[in-house]
């Protein structure tokens, strides 16, 4: 059994059944961190002394029969925008003050009540403004799954999606502003899921564009990814957005299958930028689904997926310019050039331009609430490519958007999860559901998962023989 790629779920099991300690589990992960991170740059931070000593205290619950949940001993980490207390938040990059903060972020806290126990900080796209992955300023981090060359491991959540993909790490969390949860995943080959607004709080989570921002999880397995957004949902004082929204069910259905639900996807004239490899993964999933008794409707998209996508970035743009004007124009300013120069647009748009984008998007949501109707979810691809060689990308635009952010502009929540690779490279899809429906797309993602006997598969070159240290004092003078 090789614990660094087993499902949270799983990991929760064998502790509950007394196959080894949450010590033993956390020291065995912080020594995959110690020997892989120096290549792979997932994490920013690591707190080896803090997660084993929580990890102890796991143990000692347990051994009471005081486990706080199927979670409990069971490690995770945070994208670089989560206050945690006692460290700062640098968002990936050297223009915020370093500051420790005085409480960790609500979602943070919500898997800390369950006994997860945090491994550390990884690594983000500068304030979360792209998603290539890249980052100049603090590190890019490398995905994993080519071992011969460095490629982009998608972003904003890159380091996430990498620490999850590599066997670092079972969960990690992430956040999504146009699909920076959704690309990681699909480029590291795990599963993301952009919640609906509202369901997870975002108190303590550094913003980007608050009409925007949600915060998911990232896994290897769907059910892990459907209970830790049962953990994470509920009324966050610091989040408005919140208020009055009930909890929902993530897991219930989960393993109805999907006969008799209708499916709709674009045309593939909608999807021309999607390279061929792409495109041929997802004709494969739709005719899984099919044969899995769902009803697949191909309609086309009442516009363009790129003009979503323009939208999108235009009110983003204006959000994170009012945010982080203070720190671009700041002489000398420590932001990286092209994250400045892309944030710079929102100068030249004003209040009357804003308001109008945001009209723009009301008449969006109408049209396609019209083109919504009488289907259970929405696929498309999660990428239109696969990951591509990290040299000379980072002021290359990237195309992600163009498939992910019609889901935060519409406000749908929207689970990437892998279809198989593409000339040795993950390929994904993404299943949109509307808002608050967040447990359909659990669901269609586990009927995929189940009938593929498996959708993650670990990367070559991260094998590591399986060893359990009992004597995890090694690993207590871990950075």
Not at 148 to 156: D, N, T, Y
Not at 419 to 424: F, L, R, S
Request: charged share 20%.
């Amino acid at each position: 059994m090789d614990i660094a790629f087993l499902s949270a779920t799983d990991l929760g099991r064998a502790l509950a059944q007394g196959e080894f300690t949450s010590e033993a589990l956390v020291s065995e992960l912080l020594s995959r961190i110690q020997t892989y991170n120096p290549k792979l740059n997932a994490f920013v931070e690591v707190y080896g002394e803090p997660a084993l000593l929580a990890a102890r205290e796991s143990d000692r619950r347990r051994s009471r029969n005081q486990t706080r949940g199927p979670l409990d001993g069971v490690p995770f980490a945070a994208k670089d925008l989560f206050d945690v207390e006692g460290y700062p938040t640098l968002a990936g990059s050297k223009a915020l003050a370093a500051k420790a903060a005085t409480q960790s972020a609500t979602a943070v806290r919500r898997l800390l009540a369950e006994g997860m126990v945090l491994l550390g900080k990884t690594h983000t796209v500068e304030f979360a403004y792209g998603s290539w992955g890249t980052n100049p300023s603090c590190g890019t981090p490398i995905n994993p799954r080519d071992p011969l060359v460095q490629r982009v491991p998608g972003g904003s959540s890159s380091g996430s999606g990498v620490a999850v993909a590599a066997g670092l790490v079972p969960v990690a969390l992430g956040t999504d502003t146009g699909g920076s949860v959704r690309s990681p995943s699909a480029l590291c080959g795990v599963i993301g899921m952009k919640t609906s607004l509202g369901l997870i709080g975002r108190g303590g989570v550094q913003p980007l564009a608050l009409v925007f921002d949600a915060v998911g999880p990232m896994t290897r397995s769907v059910e892990d990814a459907a209970l830790i957004q049962a953990a994470l949902q509920g009324e966050d004082p610091e989040d408005p957005s919140t208020f009055g929204v009930p909890r929902s069910n993530s897991l219930v259905d989960l393993d109805k299958g999907v006969a008799g639900l209708t499916l709709r996807y674009p045309s593939m004239e909608n999807l021309k930028s999607a390279e061929p490899g792409v495109l041929e993964r997802f004709k494969e999933t739709l005719a899984d689904l099919e044969a899995m008794g769902a009803v697949l409707d191909e309609v086309p998209l009442p516009r363009p997926l790129e003009a979503y996508a323009t939208l999108t970035a235009n009110i983003t743009t204006v959000e994170a310019w009012n945010r982080y004007q203070h720190v671009v124009e700041k002489e000398p300013s420590l932001v990286d050039p092209e994250i400045a120069t892309r944030m710079s647009r929102g100068k030249t748009m004003s209040i009357a331009d804003y308001l109008g984008y945001l009209e723009q998007r009301r008449l969006m949501q109408t049209e396609f609430h019209r083109y919504f109707a009488g289907a259970n979810a929405i696929l498309l691809p999660s990428s239109p490519i696969t990951a591509k060689p990290i040299e000379g990308i980072h002021t290359t635009n990237a195309p992600f958007g163009i498939f992910t952010r019609l889901a935060n502009l519409m406000d749908l929540a929207s689970l990437s999860i892998p279809m198989g690779d593409a000339e040795g490279l993950p390929t994904a899809v993404q299943i949109m559901v509307r808002r608050y429906a967040d447990p359909m797309a659990y669901r269609v993602a586990r009927a995929l998962e189940v009938q593929r006997g498996g959708l993650f598969t670990p990367p070559r070159g991260y094998e590591q023989p399986h060893r359990i240290v009992a004597e995890s004092a090694l690993y207590a003078g871990f950075p």
